[in-house]
């Protein structure tokens, strides 16, 4: 089955300053990758996420790149606030009928320092 | 984005007795929901897949008879925790993907379940 493995488990980044937290997976069938942001007691809220047919998509302050051959995707977070403080999530879904579930990485707890 | 809401939020029972944890897709039609169990500082763990109308596939290792899954419609999904234990504390999770061709999954807020 699909595993991911997510890096840094922790991350404290000066406010203002740029974050990025990696993923790699190992199924090549996997095609679809989205990332989600938990904050504490709460459930995961999807932020971004990329498909397998795009090198890098872009929504504001936050971007994944996806590089297929070395199987590995990254979070990157421009211009950071506060708010963006929280464990973040990566995923992949496989695309063969019966594997159609999501696997997640263990996640990152990314602090904001003010 | 697609608003996915559970009830309730939080639940206290004793030990022994069932709870029951809603799901439900707000704006959108669900053709699969996934209930997830997730324990503190650690990541989300997949319990069940279910498709409305057919019962649900567990995970390896998941008691289907303690953790009884029913998606009746294509908004609701319920889980419910029997004859539940200390252990069975935990934060339960539901999420819903649309159907036809779409990957995206969104997540509800979680229930918070303490066993006394």
């Known amino acids: 089955g699909e595993n991911v493995e997510q890096h840094p488990s922790t991350l404290s980044v000066q406010e203002g300053d740029s974050a990025v937290i990696k993923c790699t997976y190992s199924?090549?069938?996997?095609?679809?990758f989205p990332w989600y942001k938990q904050e504490l007691g709460k459930g995961p809220q999807l932020i971004i996420d990329i498909r397998s047919n795009v090198g890098e998509k872009k929504d504001q302050r936050i971007a994944v790149t996806l590089n297929k051959t070395a199987k590995h995707f990254s979070l990157h977070i421009t211009e950071t606030q506060p708010e963006d403080s929280a464990v973040y999530f990566c995923?992949?879904?496989?695309?063969?009928?019966?594997?159609?579930?999501?696997?997640f990485g263990t996640g990152t707890r990314l602090t904001i320092i003010p | 984005g697609a608003v996915v809401s559970q009830h309730p939020s939080w639940v206290i029972c004793k030990s022994g007795t069932s709870v029951k944890i809603e799901c439900r897709s707000l704006?959108?039609?669900?053709?699969?929901m996934f209930w997830y169990r997730q324990f503190p500082k650690q990541s989300l763990m997949l319990m069940a897949t279910?498709?409305?109308?057919?019962?649900?596939?567990?995970e390896q290792g998941v008691e289907k008879d303690k953790f009884l899954i029913n998606h009746a419609s294509l908004t609701l999904s319920t889980l419910t925790v029997t004859s539940a234990h200390p252990e069975d504390s935990s934060f339960y999770i539901c999420?819903?993907?649309?159907?036809?061709?779409?990957?995206?999954?969104?997540f509800g807020p979680g229930t918070r379940l303490t066993v006394l």
């Open positions: 279910s498709n409305e109308g057919s019962k649900a596939t567990y």
């Open positions: 199924d090549s069938a996997s095609n679809y």
């Open positions: 995923a992949a879904k496989g695309s063969n009928f019966g594997n159609e579930k999501l696997t």
């Open positions: 704006d959108f039609q669900a053709t699969t």
């Open positions: 999420s819903a993907r649309r159907g036809g061709l779409t990957d995206t999954q969104y």
